[in-house]
């Protein structure tokens, strides 16, 4: 009798732990929590990281992320993260959560290879403060995206060696994925009748220099920014000599510029997505196959 109540208090004293075992198991058990600030790296860290990664990203559907403000408890879970993936320079309300609660874990995608200088004026002249800086939409050069894949798998590496040889090989397909949409954007934009790329945002400088087209940007780099009366009759001189056919505005941002200026040269104002935030459907490499077919037409290429 004593035996058998000793055995049955060992069942019951086990019991509880058990149950605590499995009550702490979730969906990220066992895997990497990984934060990124916007899309772009989401998309990088859900592809690369896979199953061994658990992703939020910061900057929600229909949100401009150059604007975003962080709410305390996304600022503290910044701190629980295993990895933070940013922007440096992009988004001032991360970059200041990144100094405060996660100066060890941020991944600043900027810092994998120099950027290119961004707003590039029509005229000489010194440019508003706003509008000068290196450009950190580098995600538009699939080329160059793939680079920053290559170095997300190593960093991940570093935090989990066991799965090194997995975050490569996912990097590897993008990177071939990233490859073809690559040679697709420069078949399709390699005869073209115009190459003049007239956008309300200076976003699309990488797109612009990989593919041989020519960025005129009515803004610099702050999306939201009112040009210049001095900019925007050089923009419209231009669209004029040139006969610009389409005037290009972010989803993100109001067009009335855009808009005002297609009026105003006789063309269409047309979205180009510059990807800054989640597409309404489907995903990266669906979104700039969109933007291929877009710029197709703007254009008129053959």
């Known amino acids: 009798m004593r035996t ?4 049955g208090l060992a069942l019951l004293l086990t019991l509880p732990l058990t149950a605590c075992g499995a009550e702490s198991a979730g969906p990220s058990d066992g895997r990497l929590s990984v934060t990124a600030a916007l899309y772009p790296y989401e ?3 859900e592809r690369v990281g896979g199953d061994d990664v658990d992703v939020t990203g910061l900057t929600t559907p229909g949100t401009e992320p150059h604007d975003l403000e962080l709410t305390p408890r996304q600022v503290a879970g910044l701190g629980t993260s295993d990895l933070v993936v ?3 320079g992009f988004q001032p309300a991360v970059d200041d959560a990144v100094e405060q609660e996660a100066p060890d874990t941020g991944f600043d995608v900027n810092a994998v290879s120099p950027l290119a200088d961004g707003y590039v004026p029509l005229e000489d002249g010194e440019l508003a403060p706003d509008e000068k800086g290196a450009d950190p939409h580098v995600w538009l050069d699939p080329i160059r995206y793939a680079g920053i894949a290559t170095a997300l798998a190593d ?3 570093e935090l989990r060696p066991e799965s090194a040889s997995a975050f490569a090989e996912r990097a590897r397909v993008l990177g071939e994925e990233l490859a073809g949409l690559d040679r697709e954007l420069a078949a399709g934009l390699a005869d073209c009748t115009r190459r003049e790329v007239v956008t309300s945002h200076n976003a699309f400088g990488y797109l612009a220099d990989r593919y041989d087209l020519e960025q005129v940007a ?4 702050t999306p939201d920014a009112e040009p210049t009366p001095r900019r925007l ?3 419209q001189a231009l669209a004029e000599a040139r006969g610009v056919t389409t005037i290009f505005f972010e989803e993100l941002v109001s067009p009335r510029t855009a808009q005002s200026l297609a009026r105003d040269v006789g063309a269409k104002a047309v979205v180009l997505s510059p990807l800054e935030g989640p597409p ?3 995903d990266y490499l669906s979104a700039m196959r969109t933007n291929l077919a877009t710029l197709r037409t703007a254009l008129d290429c053959r």
């Open 4 to 7: 058998s109540s000793l055995a």
């Open 43 to 45: 998309f990088l860290a």
């Open 86 to 88: 940013f922007a440096a």
């Open 155 to 157: 960093r991940l590496s």
């Open 218 to 221: 009515v803004t610099g780099l």
């Open 233 to 235: 009759a050089e923009v």
């Open 280 to 282: 309404e459907t489907g």
